[in-house]
């Protein structure tokens, strides 16, 4: 098949997504596919007209995730054509051009249901979900109000915060909590904040963010994930940072995090973490695959966090681990992404 894996792009988790496509593309030229490796953003800005993408080696530096996110400004600075469009040039006619888009985007302009939107207009499948469960998943407000009723979540609020809000802010809430982005992903933004003086400062961090803010519950326990592929839950996976939290930093940096796949827990608790994501993909109306996060307290009550619908593919990604857990490997993984994904496709998910 000839796949375009569109990477990169404009979001604060554009070096992740590097690293996966970079990953997914080398993966699926080893199973005998055309695979090209394109950056959302740049797209033919920098290549040699007429260049061949499909024989094109694959860099690298992109397989390696820098310990912080990118600076964005920056980025548009070194764009030497393409306009204000979040689009690189040439980039919608190679997707055209393609039997399938592997879709190795993360956060905004990838995992938000925009993208998707695009692909559809255009008549070009494309991996993951469509573009309203995209949407609805990359909200967290609105992902916990819909399954609220099916899975346990932390107790949240959603603001909107603003420099003249963050004293009102602070006095009124209860602590310890979590701070985070309502539409972001790979930990970005998010704080763990145990008192006044911490939460005043991610407030104000959260507002070079966009404002649009969830504090939510803290809840201490252990922390797991839970893929599902083709509606079926992968063997969960067991998060443990050796300092601090699943930051940016803990996620991406080899040696950092101790993950144990499949997790050790009680067998009752895997099938509870196993239905619980399965019911949060199908509430959303998700497709193919997806991630879900959940913390389980030491009496093994879970707590749904929230979902992912485009997950890692990095070397230190956990669908990968989970997959490998079920019998499959890396590149068998990609071509049933794909496969999954024209069989949703031609049913309009």
Same mark, same amino acid.
């Given at each position: 098949?000839?796949?375009?894996?569109?990477?990169?792009?404009?979001?604060?988790?554009?070096?992740? @997504?590097?690293? @996966?496509?970079?990953?997914?593309?080398? +993966?699926?030229?080893?199973k005998g596919h055309q695979a090209a490796l394109v950056d959302l953003f740049f797209g033919l800005d920098g290549h040699e007209e007429g260049a061949d993408l499909y024989a094109a080696p694959i860099p690298e530096e992109?397989?390696?995730?820098?310990?912080?996110?990118?600076?964005?400004?920056?980025?548009?600075?070194?764009?030497?054509?393409?306009?204000?469009?979040?689009?690189?040039?040439?980039?919608?006619?190679?997707?055209?051009?393609?039997?399938?888009?592997?879709?190795?985007?993360?956060?905004?302009?990838?995992?938000d249901g925009r993208i998707q939107a695009t692909l559809d207009l255009l008549g070009v499948p494309y991996t993951g979900s469509g573009c309203l469960a995209s949407a609805i998943a990359m909200d967290k407000d609105l992902t916990k109000r819909l399954v609220a009723g099916q899975v346990k979540t932390p107790r949240w609020e959603t603001v909107t915060v603003t420099e003249e809000r963050i004293p009102e802010l602070v006095a009124r809430a209860a602590l310890p909590a979590v701070v985070k982005p309502i539409a @972001?992903?790979?930990?970005?933004?998010?704080?763990?904040?145990?008192?006044?003086?911490?939460?005043?400062?991610?407030?104000?961090?959260?507002?070079?963010?966009?404002?649009?803010?969830?504090?939510?519950?803290?809840?201490?326990?252990r922390e797991l994930s839970v893929a599902v592929l083709e509606g079926r839950a992968l063997p969960s996976i067991e998060i443990i940072p050796k300092v601090g939290f699943y930051d940016y930093a803990n996620k991406y940096q080899p040696g950092a995090t101790q993950e144990v796949c499949p997790a050790q827990i009680p067998a009752q608790w895997e099938e509870r973490a196993g239905q619980a994501a399965v019911a949060v993909f199908q509430a959303l109306g998700l497709s193919v695959y997806a991630r879900a996060d959940f913390m389980v307290t030491g009496d093994g009550t879970?707590?749904?966090?929230?979902?992912?619908?485009?997950?890692?593919?990095?070397?230190?990604?956990?669908?990968?681990?989970?997959?490998?857990? +079920?019998?499959?490997?890396?590149?068998?993984?990609?071509?049933?992404?794909?496969?999954?994904?024209?069989? +949703?496709?031609?049913?309009?998910?």
């Open positions: 098949m000839k796949i375009l894996v569109l990477a990169g792009g404009l979001s604060p988790e554009r070096n992740v @997504s590097l690293s @996966s496509g970079a990953l997914v593309c080398q +993966a699926l030229r080893d992109f397989k390696r995730v820098d310990r912080q996110a990118p600076d964005l400004g920056a980025l548009w600075a070194r764009r030497r054509s393409g306009g204000r469009s979040a689009i690189g040039p040439g980039v919608l006619e190679l997707c055209q051009g393609a039997d399938i888009v592997y879709l190795a985007l993360h956060g905004t302009c990838g995992e @972001s992903g790979s930990s970005v933004g998010v704080y763990i904040v145990n008192t006044r003086a911490e939460l005043e400062n991610a407030l104000a961090e959260s507002v070079k963010l966009g404002g649009r803010t969830v504090i939510e519950e803290y809840i201490s326990g879970l707590y749904f966090l929230e979902i992912n619908t485009l997950p890692g593919m990095t070397p230190t990604s956990l669908v990968p681990q989970e997959a490998a857990a +079920a019998g499959i490997d890396y590149p068998t993984l990609c071509e049933t992404i794909i496969r999954a994904s024209l069989e +949703a496709r031609k049913g309009g998910l």
